[in-house]
C-alpha cells in the first residue's frame, strides 16, 4: 500500500540556522499537506499543494511539490524559537480517498 | 478558522471501565472524521475514518468491536473505549473534515484525550 516516509526524524539547529524536511511518497500523489505540531499541542494545517512543481511561501516557511507529485520539502530560513515543534507532512494518493500522514520531523532550536 | 472542540481531555479510570471521547466540530459541517492514536514522540497512528451516518472504516489491526465509532451527525462523532486494559492507555487525537473521502479539505485536529487506565 501507499507509504509516506519523512525525514530527518528529528533536527536540532540554532537559531538562525535554516531547517528542511523531506517528504517522499511511494505512489504519485494528487496532493500533499503539512501540519505543524506544537509540544503538548495538536497538528495544525499548514498548507496544502495540488500542482506538480508548486512552490508557496509563507514568511520564512518555503514548501516544494515535486515534479513527479511524489516529493514534498518544507524548508525554514532563518529559524527561531517559536519554530520548535513536529512538522508532518500527509499525502493523497492520486485517485484514492486515503490520506497518509509521515512519521514527522521534529524540530529543536537552540536559542 | 476551523475550531475541533474534543472532551474529555484527560480520563483515568479503573480497567474493565468504558470510556466515551466526543469530538465536535464547531464551526463547521465535518462530513468526515478520523481519530488517531499517538504515542509519546511518535506520528499519529490513524485508527479509523467515519462518514456521517455511515459505518466507520477501520484501519487494518483496530478492533471495531473495541473501539465503537458513532458518527451520527455532521457536528458531532464519539470514540467509545470498550472494557478499557492499561495497554489502552494512550493520547487519542479526532480530526474533522469538510466533504467527503475526496475531499481536499485540510483536517482540524482536536486537542486531543490523554487516557490513562490503572
Known amino acids: 500500500g501507499q507509504q509516506v516516509m519523512q525525514i530527518p526524524q528529528y533536527q536540532h539547529v540554532q537559531e538562525g540556522e535554516d531547517f528542511t524536511t523531506y517528504c517522499n511518497s511511494s505512489t504519485t500523489l494528487s496532493n500533499i499537506q503539512w501540519y505543524k505540531q506544537r509540544p503538548g499541542g495538536h497538528p495544525v494545517f499548514l498548507i496544502q499543494?495540488?500542482?506538480?512543481?508548486e512552490v508557496k511561501k509563507q514568511k520564512r516557511l518555503t514548501f516544494q511539490f515535486g515534479e513527479a507529485k511524489k516529493n514534498s520539502s518544507l524548508h525554514i530560513t532563518a529559524t527561531q524559537t517559536t519554530d520548535v515543534g513536529t512538522y508532518f507532512c500527509?499525502?493523497?494518493?492520486?485517485?484514492?480517498?486515503?490520506?497518509?500522514f509521515g512519521a514527522g520531523t521534529r524540530l529543536f532550536v537552540k536559542a | 478558522g476551523a475550531v475541533v472542540s474534543q472532551h474529555p481531555s484527560w480520563v483515568i479510570c479503573k480497567s474493565g471501565t468504558s470510556v466515551k471521547i466526543e469530538c465536535r466540530s464547531l464551526?463547521?459541517?465535518?462530513?468526515?472524521m478520523f481519530w488517531y492514536r499517538q504515542f509519546p514522540k511518535q506520528s499519529l497512528m490513524l485508527m479509523a475514518t467515519s462518514n456521517e451516518g455511515s459505518k466507520a472504516t477501520y484501519e487494518q489491526g483496530v478492533e471495531k468491536d473495541k473501539f465503537l465509532i458513532n458518527h451520527a451527525s455532521l457536528t458531532l462523532s464519539t470514540l467509545t473505549v470498550t472494557s478499557a486494559h492499561p495497554e489502552d492507555s494512550s493520547f487519542y487525537i479526532c480530526?474533522?473534515?469538510?466533504?467527503?473521502?475526496?475531499?481536499?479539505?485540510?483536517?482540524?485536529f482536536g486537542d486531543g484525550t490523554r487516557l490513562s487506565i490503572l
Open positions: 499543494l495540488v500542482k506538480s512543481g
Open positions: 480530526s474533522a473534515r469538510e466533504g467527503g473521502d475526496y475531499s481536499n479539505q485540510p483536517q482540524h
Open positions: 500527509a499525502g493523497k494518493e492520486a485517485g484514492g480517498f486515503k490520506t497518509i
Open positions: 464551526d463547521f459541517q465535518a462530513t468526515t
